[in-house]
Every structure is written in structure tokens, then in C-alpha cells.
């Protein structure tokens, strides 16, 4: 399980060139005019985890197999998105299959870049597309409430249920707030998320700024941190095209021109971890001298769901989770060092899943 992070903002601000950075690839087409990118592209890149390597060292492991994020760069956003102007409708649709929000705004002067509305402000632009969204949902719920009276009036309990949240919904949008705001009890979220609402998804701010503000931001992505702030929602700062140069460099190289930069790392790593944060997941290893693996799961998953996540029968005929802390790995040495010394733990059904546990499943097939 890896997660889905939709790039969206207004033309020209530099959706395109961050995925191109980020995916390693020339897929989308970065140009300085409005909808180069006709269609959603769509990249997959391994999340960096020095942890892993780490472990693949002590174990001796052939192979390396981090976990996988996927990016989708999706058509720029203009006002007028919600009633299908420029192209709208596609971005809509796309966005609805992503589970976070990726928001580039413009934070950099550059008279070569034109912006649609002629003029540099990130608040502005962020405030543009989130209009947009909720005009788009409010539509989306009134149409869907118009659908379910017939199965309401019927007593259809999953009508009923829906019906609840879409009003839930639509007090918050007409009341000129996002969706995400909306205080859902735990019985509720599945249905909840079920209803793909584009303002439930978790919002994060990318402030693309020039390259040698990449360090320190300046006062554009500092006015995006106090909305974010207000608004609850994360942020990070990058230089779109700081991400670009440094994919075209081998790892030494990059290395020291982050350095030079005054950057301790490169702004995937940082989106990366911002984004697991967003979405409240967290990984964990299985180890051996075959593979060294990493897998993502939701914070709070309990050790019979995360076998599941590598197999569904892992999960069904769960017996226990042999488990080490990863701290006790890289110290002690490897796995037969720590069972000498008595760490290994055996885990059953209620054990919840903890950030670098290093993991052996048993099952019954």
C-alpha cells in the first residue's frame, strides 16, 4: 500500500516540471502555456528510507524493495473549473481517484512565466481552486440528495446514512466551507469516504519557489504557511527546478549540490514524509537474505491487517507476528543476535503495527 498524491494548481506554476523531477521522466510535457498536460500523468517513485538499506546490509539481502508513491499530474485548474471552463471536467474527475491534494503554488517572480491572472499571489491562487472544488461538490451533493429520496423514503439504512453525511456536506459548502472540515464519528468514515468528495481530501501546500530562496522560503511561502496553519493542512517548500537538476545527477552528485544549496535533502524526500504525515501512514519491514522489503500502512493498523497488505491469506489465517524493534536489528546485529538476546517478540491479533517494526508473519494456509 502506497498512496496516490494528485499535483493540481493553476497553469504555469509548475505542476509539470515538479513530476517531472519527481517521476525521473520526461512524461509530461513542462511548457509556458496554459493545459500543456491534456491528460492525468501518472508516476510511480520508490520512497526513499535509509532504514531499509540498512537493514538489507545487516540481513545480506539480494534485493532491495522500498515502497511506492504515486504522483498524478493533473490539467491546470482556471476559474470557472466547476462549470466545465478550460478543463475542468478532467480535473475534477482525476482528482476524485487521488487520497491527497498536492497544491503547487507559484511563490517565485519571473516576468518570462506568465501567470493566467497577470500577478504573483499563492493565497489567492490556493483560495481560486478551492472555490472551485466546493462549488464542484455542492453540485455533486444536491444532485446525489436528489437521487436518494426515493430509497430514503423507502427506510434503505444506507440511504439514510448517506443522505445524513451529504447534508452534513452541504451545510458545510454553503456555509463557504471545505468538506474535510465536517466532524465525522469513526462509524461514519468508510461511508464517508465512499461519497469522494473533492474538499475531504487532505490538502497539501507545495510553495515552488526560486532557487536560491529553496533554503530560507521567502514572504509568498510564508503567507502560504500561516493558511495552512489556520487551515490545518501541511506544507512544504521546493524549488521545482532545483528537483528537476538534481534527478539528472547520480546520488554523490546530488548530494553535494544540495550542500552547496544549503539543502540537507532533496524535496521529494520532504514531500514524501509530509504526505505520509497527511495521511497518517507509517511503514514496516520484512526481512531475509532474499529480500528487504517496505510496506505502508495507516497508523493504528493492527498486525493481522498489515500481513494483509502483503496477502490477503496472510491475513485470513493469521497465527502471530514475530517482531523487532528496528532499533534492536541494526544494534544487536540481525535477527539471530536478537533472538540470542531476547528481543524478539511474538505479537498476536491486537498488536498494533508500530513505525519500523521489522516483521515475520505466521499464518495457516
Known amino acids: 500500500m502506497g498512496f496516490k498524491m ?21 512524461a509530461a510535457q513542462a511548457a509556458n502555456f496554459p493545459f500543456c498536460t491534456i491528460e492525468p500523468n501518472v508516476g510511480e517513485v520508490a520512497v526513499p528510507d535509509a532504514r531499509l538499506e540498512k537493514l538489507a546490509e545487516i540481513a545480506k539481502s539480494k534485493t532491495i524493495i522500498p515502497t511506492r ?24 474527475a482525476n482528482i476524485r481517484e487521488c487520497d491527497a491534494i498536492a497544491h503547487v503554488l507559484r511563490c517565485f517572480e519571473d516576468g518570462d512565466v506568465t501567470h493566467v491572472e497577470d500577478r504573483v499571489d499563492p493565497v489567492a491562487d490556493a483560495e481560486t481552486i478551492e ?16 437521487g436518494l429520496s426515493r430509497k430514503v423514503r423507502g427506510g434503505d439504512k444506507e440511504a439514510v446514512q448517506q443522505e445524513r453525511l451529504l447534508q452534513q456536506a452541504k451545510t458545510a459548502l454553503e456555509n463557504g466551507k471545505p468538506a474535510r472540515t465536517v466532524d465525522v464519528p469513526e ?6 469516504k465512499l ?39 501541511g506544507i512544504v517548500v521546493i524549488s521545482a527546478k532545483i528537483e528537476e537538476e538534481i534527478s539528472q545527477l547520480e546520488s ?33 519491514f520484512t526481512v531475509g537474505p532474499k529480500e528487504a522489503r517496505a510496506w505502508t500502512v495507516a497508523k493504528g493498523t493492527a498486525a493481522p491487517q498489515a500481513a494483509g497488505v502483503i496477502h490477503g491469506d496472510f491475513e485470513k489465517g493469521f497465527i502471530r507476528a ?13 535477527e539471530n543476535a536478537v533472538k540470542e538476546a531476547g528481543k524478539m517478540r511474538i505479537e498476536g491479533k491486537s498488536y498494533i503495527v508500530k513505525d519500523g517494526d521489522v516483521l515475520h508473519f505466521l499464518f495457516n494456509t
Not at 493540481?8 to 521522466?25: D, E, H, I, R, Y
Not at 508513491?69 to 480535473?91: C, H, P, W, Y
Not at 514475530?322 to 540481525?334: K, M, P, Q, S, Y
Open 252 to 284: 554523490d552528485e546530488a548530494e553535494m549540490f544540495l550542500g552547496e544549496l544549503g539543502l540537507e535533502e532533496a524535496g521529494l524526500d520532504r514531500l514524501i514524509r509530509a504526505g505520509y504525515e497527511l495521511l497518517g501512514l507509517e511503514t514496516y
Open 322 to 334: 514475530e517482531t523487532i524493534a528496528f532499533n534492536d536489528f541494526v544494534t544487536l546485529g540481525g
Open 69 to 92: 508513491m504515486t504522483f498524478v499530474d493533473i490539467a491546470g485548474l482556471v476559474k470557472g473549473a466547476s462549470r466545465g471552463e478550460g478543463l475542468g471536467n478532467q480535473f475534477l
Open 195 to 233: 461519497l469522494q468528495l473533492l474538499t475531504s481530501k487532505p490538502i497539501l501546500f507545495v510553495c515552488n519557489v526560486a532557487e536560491d530562496e529553496a533554503a530560507s522560503g521567502n514572504a509568498h511561502s510564508a503567507a502560504v504557511a500561516k493558511m495552512a496553519e489556520e487551515q490545518g493542512a
Open 6 to 26: 494528485g499535483i493540481v494548481g493553476l497553469p504555469n506554476v509548475g505542476k509539470s516540471t515538479l513530476f517531472n523531477a519527481l517521476t525521473k521522466t520526461a
Open 131 to 146: 472555490t472551485e472544488l466546493m462549488l464542484a461538490d455542492l453540485d455533486s451533493v444536491e444532485r446525489r440528495l436528489a
Open 187 to 192: 462509524d461514519d468514515a468508510k461511508a464517508w
